[in-house]
Structures are given as structure tokens and as C-alpha cells.
Nanobody, 123 residues
Framework: QVQLVESGGGLVQAGGSLRLSCAAS????????MSWFRQAPGKEREFVSAIKWSGGYTDYADSVKGRFTISRDNAKNTVYLQMNSLKPEDTAVYYC????????????????WGQGTQVTVSS
């Protein structure tokens, strides 16, 4: 089992920045691909970003490319999502997810999920 706990969400004005963290515990964190997804009210969950266990591969949704940066610190069992130039449409609950397979954009491929952290961007 892997337990994931997100933090760092909050209220920010458009154009601002936030850094989300996802702390993992349980099995060997460094073996897992980690991803961020988000879900806005009334919308389906969508892929945001993913990173391979080694950190050597990253993937981003087109909507966040150039504004968000995913990174991980295996020594701290933590994955981060630096979010810059935030827009109101980035408002959502952000979830981190973990899986032993290669990073995927499909939420169904992930076995472990955090409880989510709310990000609200005001215009």
C-alpha cells in the first residue's frame, strides 16, 4: 500500500503561483510513477502532469505546458507541482496518484490516490 497526502492548495489571484506537494508513505516511493490530476466542479477528472520514477521523463497536458513543472525528491518521498501564471480555469481539486507502471495519462492506470487539495484561482 502507498499512502499519498497532498498539500499546498489555496486561493490565489490570476497570474499567481502555488506549489503543490504530495508526500508518500508505505512502499518504496522511488519505484513509482507519480502524476497529478485535477477535477473541476461539474467536470471529469483530467490529467495534468506525470513523472517517471527516475525523474527522467515528464509529461504535461497541453493546457498547463509551459506554466506547470512537475518534480520529485525521492529522498523525501515527495512529488511537487509548481504552478505559475495561474488562470481561473485552473481552479479544481488536485490529486496526486501513484503507480508502478510507466507514467500514463489515464487515471484508471493508477492504483493509489491522495485525498486532493483545493486550488482556487480568482480573476
Amino acid at each position: 500500500q502507498v499512502q499519498l497526502v497532498e498539500s499546498g492548495g489555496g486561493l490565489v489571484q490570476a497570474g499567481g503561483s502555488l506549489r503543490l506537494s504530495c508526500a508518500a508513505s508505505g512502499r518504496t516511493f522511488s519505484n513509482y510513477a507519480m502524476s497529478w490530476f485535477r477535477q473541476a466542479p461539474g467536470k471529469e477528472r483530467e490529467f495534468v502532469s506525470a513523472i517517471k520514477w527516475s525523474g527522467g521523463y515528464t509529461d504535461y497536458a497541453d493546457s498547463v505546458k509551459g506554466r506547470f513543472t512537475i518534480s520529485r525528491d525521492n529522498a523525501k518521498n515527495t512529488v511537487y507541482l509548481q504552478m505559475n501564471s495561474l488562470k481561473p480555469e485552473d481552479t479544481a481539486v488536485y490529486y496526486c496518484a501513484a503507480d508502478l507502471k510507466f507514467p500514463s495519462r489515464l487515471g484508471l492506470n493508477y492504483d493509489y490516490w491522495g485525498q486532493g487539495t483545493q486550488v482556487t484561482v480568482s480573476s
